[in-house]
């Protein structure tokens, strides 16, 4: 005797989000990018978790084989924004922090944190330790008093009396950090990371992006153009926005829609020699004068002006001003 199997008569609907899977992973000739509606459409279905795991294991992986169009990106950001619950608050520069350093230390958080004891009001925001072998952002706040904050009010708090807070991206936006944590999962980064450093959640007067794999920065340039945004998109060391004193470094620029880009020469006649070990003590050590270093001092001031050109200096009034930050500056931490 055998089991009766009923017979389907009526084809299973497919889901609403297999569309846009499909779109990406119709082949070599069938394929190819979103539009920026549908995009912004398919990431505001990630976003209110109307996809289904396997789904957005494939939409994440096609998209990172394929590599994001600006207008992909422009429509991922659309989606992100139009969900954030942020009220207005006044933000100079938004600083995305996402890649940690193996090389250096994070030279960056010096020039932050300068740059607030100077009135410039800075949001850092980071998507955790995901990588093994890196310093993050996260790690070092405690060491170096910069304000971690958990909810937009406390930002808020922290912006008024600091001009300086960091928030990590699992508090405002935690569908993109469970996307971020599949990393380890998937075996590859997925197009997350990249989207996280161009969202600039408060309207920052400037947002800095550092993009590390080469080609890519133009990209991230136009998705800011197309978002009206005024950003600056550099090949930081290590994937974080901090200027490589020892070699050139092209600033990928758009402002009100219209890109512009700058080459700033290296600063140093020679390469310095990598250390051997990361030691964040060195930090603290370097912020209060009790040890000088010329690679350190030429990356934080570098990256100083790098933010004051996003707020309009040129670049020599830029360094300009970076160095009086940094000669001045308040050496309690």
């Known amino acids: 005797?055998?089991?009766?199997?009923?017979?389907?008569?009526?084809?299973?609907?497919?889901?609403?989000?297999?569309?846009?899977v499909r779109i990406l992973g119709?082949?070599?000739?069938?394929?190819?990018?979103?539009?920026?509606?549908?995009?912004?459409?398919?990431?505001g279905m990630v976003l209110d978790e109307q996809v289904e795991?396997?789904?957005?294991?494939?939409?994440?992986?096609?998209?990172?084989?394929?590599?994001?169009?600006?207008e992909e990106l422009a429509g991922f950001t659309e989606a992100v924004r139009e969900r954030l619950t942020a009220p207005p608050m006044v933000v100079d520069i938004d600083w995305p922090t996402y890649a940690g350093k193996k090389r250096h230390l994070p030279w960056y958080l010096l020039a932050v944190k300068c740059l607030a004891n100077n009135g410039v009001k800075v949001l850092m925001h980071g998507g955790g330790a995901h990588t093994a072998?890196?310093?993050?952002?996260?790690?070092?706040?405690?060491?170096?008093?910069?304000?971690?904050c958990r909810t937009w009010q406390s930002v808020g708090e922290a912006l008024d009396q600091h001009n300086l807070a960091f928030i990590p991206l699992g508090y405002w936006a935690p569908q993109l950090q469970r996307m971020i944590d599949l990393r380890n999962t998937l075996g590859l980064r997925s197009p997350i990371h990249s989207l996280a450093r161009i969202?600039?959640?408060?309207?920052?007067?400037?947002?800095?992006?550092?993009?590390?794999?080469?080609?890519?920065q133009s990209v991230h340039r136009d998705a800011s153009s197309l978002l009206g945004d005024h950003a600056?998109?550099?090949?930081?060391?290590?994937?974080?926005?901090?200027?490589?004193p020892d070699t050139i470094s092209h600033l990928y620029g758009t402002t009100e829609g219209q890109p512009w880009d700058e080459e700033w020469p290296a600063l140093s006649d020679r390469r310095h020699v990598k250390p051997a070990t990361l030691d964040?003590?060195?930090?603290?050590?370097?912020?209060?004068?009790?040890?000088?270093?010329?690679?350190?001092?030429?990356?934080?001031?570098?990256?100083?002006?790098?933010?004051?050109?996003?707020?309009?200096?040129?670049?020599?009034?830029?360094?300009?001003?970076?160095?009086?930050?940094w000669a001045t500056r308040n050496r309690s931490i």
Not at 53 to 70: C, I, N, V, W, Y
Not at 133 to 148: H, M, N, V
Not at 232 to 243: F, L, M, N
């Open 1 to 20: 005797m055998t089991d009766y199997i009923p017979l389907v008569t009526e084809t299973p609907a497919e889901h609403p989000f297999a569309q846009f």
């Open 26 to 43: 119709k082949g070599k000739r069938g394929a190819r990018n979103l539009t920026r509606e549908e995009a912004r459409e398919a990431m």
């Open 53 to 70: 795991d396997t789904q957005l294991g494939a939409f994440l992986m096609l998209l990172r084989h394929k590599e994001e169009s600006p």
């Open 133 to 148: 072998g890196r310093l993050y952002s996260e790690q070092l706040l405690g060491l170096l008093g910069i304000p971690l």
């Open 199 to 216: 969202l600039n959640p408060l309207g920052a007067r400037c947002g800095l992006q550092s993009i590390f794999h080469p080609g890519y």
């Open 232 to 244: 600056i998109v550099i090949k930081g060391d290590g994937g974080e926005v901090e200027i490589n």
């Open 280 to 325: 964040p003590q060195q930090l603290v050590a370097i912020w209060k004068g009790e040890i000088v270093d010329s690679y350190p001092q030429l990356a934080l001031i570098a990256t100083m002006a790098l933010a004051l050109r996003g707020l309009g200096m040129s670049r020599e009034e830029a360094f300009q001003q970076a160095e009086q930050y």
